[in-house]
C-alpha cells in the first residue's frame, strides 16, 4: 500500500468513528421519545409558511389564498394562525453557510405545523439539503406520500422513512482523493420501528388489509435485512393485514404494471426507494406536481410539493405555468393533521371537482390555465 494513503485512511476510520458515535446516540434519543402531541387538545396552531426557492413562492402563494379562505373563522376566533416564515432561500443559506439559518430554524420551531415550498440543493460539495436537515432537526421520520387515481383503481399510500438510511450521513461521506469515495447508510432499530408502526396504525385505522415492506435486503444485507425483519415482527401485531416482503426493482415495475399494481395498498420502505418509487407514483396519477407529501414527527409535522423548485421554469420564463396542485394537497394533509377536518374534507372535494374529468380550468405545461388562474377556480368551487 502505498504509504501517501496511510494518512488518509486513518482520518476516514476517525471520522467514521465519529459518524458511528452521533448515530448511536441518536438512536438512544429515539428510544426515550416522547408520545406524539394531541393537537385537538391544542386552544390554538400556528402554521408556519415557507416560500422556499424557484416555483416555491409562487405555488405557496396559492396555497396561502386558499387557506385565508378556508381557515378564515378560525385566524378571527384565535384558534389558529399562519404565520409566514422569511429566510429560508438558497442565498440566504449560501451566505451563512448553513442549511438552515439559525433565526430561521428558530421561527420554524415556533410553529406546530409547517407549509413549504420547495427548496434548491446544489449539487456536489457539502451543503446539504434543507429539506434533509429539517426533518433531521423536526425529527419528522414518517414521510407519508398518498397517490390515488380512481378510475385506475389506484389507491396507494407509501410510507418513507424520512431521517435516516442514504440520507442522514449523505454529506459525511468520506474518500481517498484521486481513488475512491464512500458513503453510509444507517437504519436503527428504533427509527424502524417507528416507520412501521406508523404504516401499520394507518393501515389499521383507514380499513386496509395489505402493507407491502420494500427493500433490497438480498443485497443491502445489514441495513435493510433489519428494516424487513423489523417491519415484520411489527406485522405480527396486526394479525388482520397481510404483509409481504417486495424487493425495490420488482416494485417499480409493478407499479406499471397494469394486472396486479391496484392491488397494492401500503407501501413501507426506506429513505432512497421511497424517494424514488413515490415520484414514479406520483408521474402515475399525472405528474409529480400532482403529489403532495406529509412529513410527520411526534412534535412538528411539515408539509410540502412532491417536487423540486424547478429552476429551468424560472430561467425560460414559464414559472406563471407551475402547477400549485402538489402543494394545495399537502395542505389538505396538513389540514386533516391537525384535526382541522371539516376545512380538509372542503378542500379535498374541491381538488377532486377542479382536477377531475369535468374541471373548467386545466393546467397543462405552457398550452393550459397558468397557476394563479387554476387557484381562482379552486376558489370558486369552494
Ligand atoms: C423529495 C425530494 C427531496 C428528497 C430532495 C429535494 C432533497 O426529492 O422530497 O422527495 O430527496 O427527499
Ligand atoms: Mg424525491
Known amino acids: 500500500m502505498d504509504i501517501r494513503y496511510?494518512?488518509?485512511?486513518?482520518?476516514?476510520?476517525?471520522?467514521?468513528?465519529?459518524?458511528?458515535?452521533?448515530?448511536?446516540?441518536?438512536?438512544?434519543?429515539?428510544?426515550?421519545?416522547?408520545?406524539?402531541?394531541?393537537?385537538?387538545?391544542?386552544?390554538?396552531?400556528?402554521?408556519?409558511?415557507?416560500?422556499?426557492?424557484?416555483?416555491?413562492?409562487?405555488?405557496?402563494?396559492?396555497?396561502?389564498?386558499?387557506?385565508?379562505v378556508l381557515l378564515a373563522d378560525k385566524i378571527r376566533d384565535g384558534r389558529c394562525e399562519l404565520r409566514v416564515i422569511e429566510g429560508l432561500t438558497i442565498e440566504n443559506r449560501e451566505a451563512c453557510g448553513k442549511p438552515i439559518p439559525d433565526d430561521v430554524l428558530t421561527a420554524i420551531k415556533a410553529c406546530d405545523v409547517i407549509l413549504k415550498g420547495p427548496t434548491t440543493t446544489p449539487k456536489g460539495g457539502?451543503?446539504?439539503?434543507?429539506?434533509?436537515?429539517?426533518?433531521?432537526?423536526?425529527?419528522l421520520y414518517a414521510n407519508v406520500r398518498p397517490v390515488s387515481v380512481p378510475e385506475k383503481g389506484i389507491d396507494w399510500t407509501f410510507f418513507r422513512e424520512n431521517?435516516?438510511?442514504?440520507?442522514?450521513?449523505?454529506?459525511?461521506?468520506v474518500e481517498i482523493e484521486g481513488?475512491?469515495?464512500?458513503?453510509?447508510?444507517?437504519?436503527?432499530?428504533?427509527?424502524?420501528?417507528?416507520?412501521?408502526?406508523?404504516?401499520?396504525?394507518?393501515?389499521?385505522?383507514?380499513?386496509?388489509?395489505n402493507v407491502a415492506?420494500?427493500?433490497?435486503?438480498?443485497?443491502?444485507?445489514?441495513?435493510?435485512?433489519?428494516f424487513s425483519r423489523i417491519a415484520n415482527e411489527i406485522a405480527a401485531d396486526y394479525p388482520g393485514i397481510h404483509a409481504e416482503d417486495w424487493y425495490i426493482d420488482i416494485m417499480t415495475a409493478n407499479l406499471v404494471n397494469e394486472d396486479i399494481?391496484?392491488?397494492?395498498?401500503?407501501?413501507?420502505?426506506?429513505?432512497?426507494?421511497?424517494?424514488?418509487?413515490?415520484?414514479?407514483?406520483?408521474?402515475?396519477?399525472?405528474?409529480?406536481?400532482?403529489?403532495?407529501?406529509?412529513?410527520?414527527?411526534?412534535?412538528?409535522?411539515?408539509?410540502?410539493?412532491?417536487?423540486?423548485?424547478?429552476?429551468?421554469m424560472i430561467a425560460d420564463g414559464t414559472s406563471r405555468f407551475a402547477n400549485p396542485q402538489s402543494v394545495i394537497k399537502a395542505s389538505e394533509m396538513m389540514l386533516r393533521h391537525i384535526s382541522f377536518t371539516k376545512e380538509a374534507d372542503r378542500l379535498c372535494k374541491a381538488?377532486?371537482?377542479?382536477?377531475?374529468?369535468?374541471?373548467?380550468v386545466r393546467i397543462d405545461g405552457?398550452?393550459?390555465?397558468?397557476?394563479?388562474e387554476y387557484t381562482d377556480y379552486l376558489l370558486s368551487v369552494l
Not at 405552457?366 to 394563479?372: D, K, L, P, R, S
Open 6 to 68: 496511510e494518512e488518509q485512511i486513518k482520518n476516514c476510520v476517525d471520522a467514521y468513528e465519529k459518524l458511528l458515535r452521533g448515530q448511536l446516540e441518536r438512536a438512544e434519543r429515539m428510544e426515550k421519545a416522547a408520545p406524539a402531541v394531541d393537537y385537538t387538545e391544542k386552544d390554538r396552531i400556528v402554521i408556519g409558511l415557507i416560500g422556499g426557492d424557484g416555483i416555491g413562492p409562487i405555488i405557496m402563494e396559492s396555497a396561502k389564498k386558499v387557506l385565508d
Open 126 to 139: 457539502t451543503m446539504e439539503s434543507a429539506n434533509v436537515a429539517l426533518r433531521r432537526e423536526l425529527d
Open 163 to 173: 431521517t435516516e438510511g442514504e440520507y442522514v450521513l449523505g454529506s459525511k461521506g
Open 179 to 209: 481513488k475512491l469515495a464512500c458513503d453510509f447508510k444507517v437504519t436503527t432499530d428504533a427509527g424502524t420501528r417507528r416507520i412501521c408502526r406508523a404504516a401499520f396504525e394507518f393501515a389499521k385505522n383507514n380499513g386496509k388489509d
Open 213 to 226: 415492506i420494500v427493500t433490497k435486503a438480498n443485497i443491502m444485507k445489514k441495513t435493510d435485512g433489519k
Open 261 to 312: 399494481r391496484s392491488s397494492f395498498q401500503v407501501f413501507v420502505l426506506p429513505n432512497l426507494y421511497g424517494d424514488i418509487i413515490t415520484d414514479e407514483a406520483a408521474q402515475i396519477q399525472g405528474g409529480v406536481g400532482t403529489g403532495g407529501s406529509a412529513n410527520i414527527g411526534d412534535r412538528y409535522a411539515m408539509f410540502e410539493a412532491i417536487h423540486g423548485s424547478a429552476p429551468r
Open 351 to 360: 381538488l377532486e371537482i377542479t382536477t377531475g374529468p369535468d374541471a373548467k
Open 366 to 372: 405552457i398550452v393550459g390555465a397558468t397557476g394563479a
